[in-house]
Nanobody, 124 residues
Framework: QVQLVESGGGVVQAGGSLRLSCAAS????????MGWFRQAPGKEREAVAA????????DIADSVKGRFAISRDNAKNTVILQMNSLKPEDTAVYFC?????????????????WGQGTQVTISS
């Protein structure tokens, strides 16, 4: 199994930046596609970014394209979500996710492993 732990969340003013980190346990990290979902209060969990096994391909949701970037370091078993130009509508709990298949079209129910989530709050 894979255990995922997110960190880096917090409170930041609109226009600011945050860097979320997801640390994975074990040596199987490189066997999974990775991604980030977010869930705002009263809303469904939605995919915001995905990255392939080796990090060769990335997919960013239209709502955050140009502002967010995803990367992974398989040697360190980490995946990063760099968030720039943050907006109040980005406020949500952000979850790291791992799956055998991956992409922005992957629904939350098809994710194999979830992190506990980290709160990101953007003030206006």
């Amino acid at each position: 199994q894979v255990q995922l732990v997110e960190s880096g969340g917090g409170v930041v003013q609109a226009g600011g930046s945050l860097r979320l980190s997801c640390a994975a346990s074990g040596r199987t990290f490189s066997s999974y596609h990775m991604g980030w979902f977010r869930q705002a209060p009263g809303k469904e969990r939605e995919a915001v970014a995905a990255i392939s096994l080796t990090g060769t391909s990335t997919d960013i949701a239209d709502s955050v394209k140009g502002r967010f970037a995803i990367s992974r370091d398989n040697a360190k078993n980490t995946v990063i979500l760099q968030m720039n130009s943050l907006k109040p509508e980005d406020t949500a709990v952000y979850f790291c996710a791992a799956g055998l298949t991956w992409g922005l079209t992957t629904p939350p129910g098809r994710v194999a492993y979830w992190g506990q989530g980290t709160q990101v709050t953007i003030s206006s």
